[in-house]
T-cell receptor, first 113, second 114 residues
Framework: EPEVTQTPSHQVTQMGQEVILRCVPI?????FYWYRQILGQKVEFLVS????????KSEIFDDQFSVERPDGSNFTLKIRSTKLEDSAMYFC???????????FGPGTRLTVL | AQKITQTQPGMFVQEKEAVTLDCTYD???????LFWYKQPSSGEMIFLIY??????QNATEGRYSLNFQKARKSANLVISASQLGDSAMYFC???????????FGAGTTVTVRA
């Protein structure tokens, strides 16, 4: 099964600080996604990234968020000025497999104090 | 817009018994895909099973089967012979044919009792 790693596994930050969450897929894929899951709630789509460009973004993905693929392998999600409500688990995912299902990374738990 | 509804916040099941998790969806798309994911307490999202909207047969994957009723717009997950390791949150998700992003339901927590 394809794999993806995410770093850090847990990030604690102060409100107003910038955070960068990283995702490293094992294989080269064209489609990437970021989702978030506030504790105990459903998983929500943030942004999709295709061929090094944003292809779609949700209402949650406002100007405080950005995504990059800085070196062709790492895939980053940046939150410029974190808010308390940004506290959540952030998953990156990519499409693959027999059904073009999405494979999720292990997630980064972001805690904003 | 797509909407996924999971009406059961939590369920208890006895070990070795079967459990059915409900999922209904709403979409105007003719072609779409339905997925179930498992999220154990460790937090990772594990793909379980897929059903395409044009698939005539219900999907099965080991102890997982999907009871797909297209006219009712439902895609219930059946876990047979429950094991203690099945205790987790289960999410139903949907994808339209023209993009790959997933829309998730609120999830159902399953607790398997010994």
């Amino acid at each position: 099964e394809p794999e993806v790693t995410q770093t850090p596994s847990h990030q604690v930050t102060q409100m107003g600080q910038e955070v960068i969450l990283r995702c490293v897929p094992i294989s080269n894929h064209l489609y990437f996604y970021w989702y978030r899951q506030i504790l105990g709630q459903k998983v929500e789509f943030l942004v999709s990234f295709y061929n090094n460009e944003i292809s779609e973004k949700s209402e949650i993905f406002d100007d405080q968020f950005s995504v990059e693929r800085p070196d062709g392998s790492n895939f980053t999600l940046k939150i410029r000025s974190t808010k308390l409500e940004d506290s959540a688990m952030y998953f990156c995912a990519f499409t693959g497999g027999e059904y073009n299902e999405q494979f999720f990374g292990p997630g980064t738990r972001l805690t904003v104090l | 817009a797509q909407k996924i509804t999971q009406t059961q916040p939590g369920m208890f099941v006895q070990e070795k018994e079967a459990v059915t998790l409900d999922c209904t969806y709403d979409t105007s798309d003719q072609s779409y895909g339905l997925f179930w994911y498992k999220q154990p307490s460790s937090g990772e999202m594990i793909f379980l099973i897929y059903q395409g909207s044009y698939d005539e047969q219900n999907a099965t994957e080991g102890r997982y089967s999907l009871n797909f009723q297209k006219a009712r717009k439902s895609a219930n997950l059946v876990i047979s012979a429950s094991q203690l390791g099945d205790s987790a949150m289960y999410f139903c998700a949907m994808r339209s044919h023209n993009d790959y992003k997933l829309s998730f339901g609120a999830g159902t927590t399953v607790t398997v009792r010994a």
